[in-house]
């Protein structure tokens, strides 16, 4: 036996067995941890926020799990950038409408994320994403746009997910309907850098981030709560997935003169290369923050027949 698989236990999520970490937050709580106990962790500044969260058992595909999954350090950054909204239609779904700063222009987005202590334990992701206007929303308003372009409250539709492991992916893909697949991804987040690198099939780059860090503010806890609503469909229905961040240290800058984003050869270099965008308007990173990601509920999303 490798040390690999000895360092792991095999665990069952609606047939699919897939492996965790021995000993780690999973393994030993199932989605239903001691907050006191994460409280002692050294890298966990404060679990206020996930206390006034109570967690639900829900049925989903991936059999019966407790909901929101929480996240109790995790870092971010995000490259908003204007597209044309003729090559953002193209890639969304017709129920869908992009959401537009001007006629003519949407936002799409690229981010990666580092989640060093959740209730899956450690993994990295990235994402290409469409923003789009909310579905069950009538005429857009004016808040709605500032919002959005503050990133506190966006709605989205994502085209990319890759993730680093097999618990991320199978959750994802299966439980929340997430365009995700496995494949080595690193994310280093710190006060002065951000560096992403997402490989593709072959070990080259797909997509890859260098930029100076914005300067960080502080939060306290609660202080500032976004939240990002995703649209997917499931099993031909439509779901919308809510994802609330407590934002602790942030930043950011419209200046992109110290953000160098490479697009190589992969699934996300290709989503991103459909949205024709055009140049990149924002750049955020969230050094340090936490999160609560609930299981998608069904929506209703018009139709909008031609």
């Known amino acids: 036996m490798s040390s690999t698989q000895k360092n792991t236990v095999k665990v069952d999520l609606g047939g699919r067995e897939v492996s965790v970490p021995k000993g780690g937050l999973y393994d030993r709580y199932r989605m239903d941890p001691n907050l006191d106990e994460i409280a002692r962790d050294p890298r966990v500044l404060s679990v206020d926020f ?13 059999g019966s799990t407790l909901t929101p999954n929480f996240y109790y350090k995790i870092s971010t950054a995000r490259l908003t950038m204007l597209a044309p909204s ?17 006629p003519g222009l949407g936002l799409v987005s690229v981010m990666f994320f580092r989640y060093d202590v959740c209730d899956i334990d450690f993994y ?33 539709y994502v085209l990319s997910l890759p993730v680093s492991s097999d618990i991320a992916q199978v959750r994802g893909h299966d439980g929340y309907g997430f365009p995700k697949w496995v494949t080595e991804l690193d994310v280093d987040i710190s006060d002065l850098r951000t560096t992403a690198r997402v490989a593709n099939d072959a070990g ?40 609330q961040t407590n934002v602790l240290n942030a930043g950011t800058t419209r200046s992109t003169r110290d953000v160098t984003l490479q697009l190589g050869e992969g699934r996300m270099s290709d989503d991103l290369r459909s ?19 609930h299981m998608p509920v069904p929506t209703s ?6």
């Open 275 to 293: 949205l024709q965008p055009k140049r990149t308007i924002q750049f955020d990173v969230m050094t340090e923050g936490q999160a609560a990601l």
């Open 50 to 62: 996930f206390r006034q969260l109570p967690k639900v058992k829900v049925d989903s595909p991936i």
């Open 86 to 102: 003729r090559a953002i239609r193209s890639r969304l779904p017709e129920e869908l409408s992009p959401l537009e700063i001007v």
């Open 204 to 243: 080259g780059v797909d997509l890859s981030l260098l930029a100076n860090t914005p300067a960080q503010k502080a939060y306290v806890s609660g202080q500032r709560v976004g939240s990002l609503t995703s649209y997917t469909k499931i099993n031909g229905g439509w779901h919308s997935t809510l994802n």
């Open 301 to 306: 999303v018009p139709s909008r027949n031609k």
């Open 124 to 156: 990295t992701e990235a994402t290409v994403g469409i923003a789009v206007k909310p579905a069950r929303h009538g005429k857009l308003g004016f808040f709605d746009l500032v919002t959005g372009l503050k990133n506190e409250h966006l709605d989205a």
